[in-house]
């Protein structure tokens, strides 16, 4: 089984440049989540989808971080415009049906810096 | 708020010999709870896990050990080899709420020979 694919897998922008991440989730996995994972701090949560559905962004800064899945398979991230603060690994991960103990899997993950 | 806390950086232990890492948490409304594994430049890879009802769950050199009463997990590993280097996630659930994982801020386990 494939796993959950990320793209690019490293990036470096200058600040107030944007940015895109992309990802592919495990085919059948209708609950697709990123994560922010910042150097020394475990990943926080930034958007979760069902489907093409937003079911939680209350911690997506909505000033600058916009996320979309279209068609309920692949999504995009993207930082517009990008801050310093906004240097880490952005983790893409998809399950099932929205529970952590069926199927949840994470992505490699890009590792963004913002210079 | 940190909700998930995971207050040793780092742990270093002989191989053969038992790991153990803490992980404290302050919502009483998780009921699921999960460790996760991350080696440099890779996702986390889920690693053994235990539902609220229980308070231990084994998977081969890993046992996770549940005191709800004092908020607090734990993960041993028995033996310790070399190739359990890694940093050590500890992350916490709400099982009706969508699959949010709330994380610690990780421990990195060394194992030396």
């Known amino acids: 089984e494939a796993g959950v694919a990320q793209s690019p897998r490293y990036k470096i922008i200058e600040k107030r440049q944007s940015v895109a991440f992309w990802c592919n989730p495990i085919s059948g996995h209708a609950t697709l989540y990123w994560y922010q994972q910042i150097l020394g701090q475990g990943p926080k949560l930034l958007i979760q989808f069902q489907n093409n559905g937003v079911v939680d962004d209350s911690q997506l800064p909505k000033d600058r971080f916009s996320a979309e899945r279209l068609k309920g398979v692949d999504s995009t991230l993207k930082i517009q415009p990008a801050k310093l603060e906004d240097s880490a690994v952005y983790l893409c991960?998809?399950?099932?049906?929205?529970?952590?103990?069926?199927?949840?899997?994470f992505g490699s993950g890009t590792r963004l810096t913002v210079v | 708020d940190q909700q998930v806390k995971q207050n040793s950086p780092s742990l270093s232990v002989q191989e053969g010999r038992i790991s153990i890492l803490n992980c404290d948490y302050t919502n009483s409304m998780f009921d699921y709870f999960l460790w996760y594994k991350k080696y440099p430049a890779e996702g986390p890879t889920f690693l053994i896990s235990?539902?609220?009802?229980?308070d231990k769950n084994e998977d081969g050199r890993f046992t996770v050990f549940l005191n709800k009463s004092a908020k607090h997990l734990s993960l041993h590993i028995v033996p310790s080899q070399p190739g359990d280097s890694a940093v050590y996630f500890c992350?916490?659930?709400?099982?009706?709420?969508?699959?949010?994982?709330?994380f610690g801020q990780g421990t990195e386990l060394s194992v030396k020979p």
């Open positions: 992350a916490a659930s709400v099982l009706n709420q969508g699959g949010k994982l709330i």
């Open positions: 991960a998809s399950s099932f049906g929205g529970y952590p103990n069926y199927g949840y899997t």
């Open positions: 235990i539902s609220s009802i229980k």
